[in-house]
Nanobody, 119 residues
């Protein structure tokens, strides 16, 4: 089992920045693919970004969000810049043993952290 705990969410104004963190425990973190998803009110959960050596982003956040990881700290981060009201959502950290399903159906999920962008 892998346990994921997110932090760093909050309220920010349009154009502002936030950095989300996710700390993993329970398994060897280094080889896992890690990702971030989000779910806005009334919408389905959607993929945001993933990392495992390479990185991939949803088109809606490309150029504004940056995913990174620190294997020594068993942590993955999401730096979010130039935030927009449509970025308001619950953000979930995710992990998968392989890259194959990290953008669609990862095996492990965190509890989520709320990000609210006010205009």
């Amino acid at each position: 089992q892998v346990q994921l705990v997110e932090s760093g969410g909050g309220l920010v104004q349009v154009g502002g920045s936030l950095r989300l963190s996710c700390t993993a425990s329970g398994r060897t973190f280094t080889n896992y693919a890690m990702g971030w998803f989000r779910q806005a009110p009334g919408k389905e959960r959607e993929f945001v970004a993933a990392i495992r050596g390479i990185t991939v982003y949803a088109n809606s956040v490309k150029g504004r969000f940056t995913i990174s990881r620190d294997n020594a700290k068993n942590s993955v981060y999401l730096q979010m810049n130039n935030l927009k009201p449509e970025d308001t959502a619950i953000y979930y950290c995710a992990a998968n043993p392989t890259w194959a399903y990290i953008t669609s159906s990862p095996s492990y999920w965190g509890q989520g952290t709320q990000v609210t962008v006010s205009s």
